[in-house]
């Protein structure tokens, strides 16, 4: 998690699903398919309807979802100051198209941070398959059981643990902050550790103390 984007997206989903006869509120949405991508959510949902989308609508969710994003998306706190510890040793493995993921790093002012981005529709399945772990790191040549992964959701969590890779659960976004629960679903999906804030991840990956 390097921006509070899922506030934003889940309402924008939230209206767009209910638009078409699937009334559903942010919240259901974020508690369903946080760190599900779009292909994997709307699978689920064309499941529970028994008949597909309309035409067309994941491209109105990315538009729409983009549209909120130009003037309320904002980085996680301390984010910008972690990433500069890294200078370019990380890469975004996200749920989201490569669209989304390159704009909202741009909008966060994150965007010159990272060299390599890699999004959910590279692989044939996206989280909580590990395929998109596995994917970023053959591309940045590290070897799995010597990677670590940062994740907020239990599908990205799962994805990690699946990957063979060391999985921190990270609790520091906007809308987690008021759901004390939230860190044990991470665990209880096989999270080694939870971290809450980005000065915490900081000392954890650098081994410097608080």
Known sequence: ?????????????????????????AATVG????????????????????????????????????????DRLRPVCGMADLLAA???RCCVASSST????ARSLELAG?????????????????????????HAAAAMGCDPGRTIVVEDSVAGVTAGRRAGMHTIGFTAGAHLLADEAHGRRL??????E????????????????P
Do not use: N
């Open 1 to 25: 998690m390097l921006v509070d984007s899922e506030p934003i997206s889940c309402e924008v989903t939230a209206a767009c699903l209910s638009e078409i006869g699937h009334p559903i509120d």
């Open 110 to 134: 994150l965007g010159e941070r990272f060299t390599s981005l890699f999004s959910a529709t590279m692989v044939a399945h996206g989280k909580p398959a590990p395929d998109l772990f596995l």
């Open 194 to 209: 939870i971290v809450t804030t980005a000065t915490a991840l900081l000392h954890r990956l650098t081994g410097a103390s």
């Open 187 to 192: 665990v209880e999906a096989g999270a080694d």
């Open 31 to 70: 508690r369903r398919y946080l760190g599900v991508s779009v292909a994997g959510m709307l699978e689920q949902i064309e499941a529970e309807r028994g008949a597909p989308v309309p035409e067309g609508f994941a491209a109105l969710v990315e538009r729409r979802t983009l549209e909120a994003y130009e």
């Open 98 to 101: 490569p669209a989304r993921i």
């Open 86 to 88: 890294f200078d370019g």
